[in-house]
């Protein structure tokens, strides 16, 4: 079975530019979430989805952060204008019915602003 | 405010030898993970213990939860270069999103 997948692996923009990361999430998985890792801080939540409803959006930092899951599958992360700040590891993850499954992720997608 | 954190942030140990490490939460929970991340890859979960449990095994890991103390501890025995990693708790907080400690990292020497 295929895990938490995310694209691009690696990006690296310049600054004001506009990067879409993608999602997909563990077949079946109903509950999709984003987290970010930036300047070898803790990694922090950003949003999370119950299928296409955004559940809870409280760690989207700014509204230069846009991410959508139409349909309920995967899901997109949208940045625009990327600034420098903005630069980390955006992690997405999936899981069954949540409270008290386990939270799989993705291998990340690296973000650059230069 | 941060919910974990963990302790050592770093520790360096030979192969074969016992690795601990620990975390602290300052709310209740539902559940807490750990989760392991090489050097540029993604995060691998590793084990959950749910707040009504103690201690749990998995392989080579040994998890310990205690609620009155908000805190959990992860050994790994009989350690392998392999392990060379970040380690995070994470906890749930009553609610759906987790909450990551700041990591140790581990680093196992040949």
């Known amino acids: 079975e295929a895990g938490v997948t995310q694209f691009p692996s690696h990006s690296v923009i310049e600054k004001g530019q506009t990067v879409t990361l993608r999602c997909d999430p563990i077949?079946?998985?109903?509950?999709l979430y984003w987290y970010r890792r930036v300047m070898g801080k803790e990694i922090k939540f950003l949003l999370h989805?119950?299928?296409?409803?955004?559940?809870?959006e409280s760690g989207m930092p700014n509204n230069r952060f846009l991410a959508e899951r139409t349909g309920g599958t995967y899901s997109t992360l949208k940045v625009q204008p990327a600034e420098l700040e903005d630069s980390g590891v955006y992690f997405c993850?999936?899981?069954?019915?949540?409270?008290?499954?386990?939270?799989?992720f993705g291998e990340g997608s690296w973000l650059t602003v230069v | 405010s941060q919910q974990g954190e963990e302790d050592p942030q770093a520790l360096s140990i030979q192969e074969g030898e016992n690795a601990t490490m620990n975390c602290s939460y300052k709310?209740?929970?539902?559940?807490l993970q750990w989760y392991r991340q090489n050097s540029g890859r993604g995060l691998v979960h590793l084990i959950l213990?749910?707040?009504?449990?103690r201690e749990k095994h998995s392989g080579r890991l040994r998890v310990t939860l205690d609620t009155s103390k908000k805190s959990s501890s992860l050994l790994i025995t009989a350690s392998r270069a392999a392990d060379t990693a970040s380690y995070f708790c994470a906890t749930d907080a009553n609610t759906d999103k987790l909450i990551f400690g700041t990591g140790t990292r581990l680093q196992v020497f040949p």
């Open positions: 213990i749910r707040s009504n449990e």
């Open positions: 993850a999936s899981s069954l019915a949540h409270p008290g499954n386990t939270i799989y």
């Open positions: 709310t209740s929970i539902n559940n």
């Open positions: 077949s079946g998985h109903d509950n």
């Open positions: 989805f119950v299928k296409e409803s955004k559940q809870d």
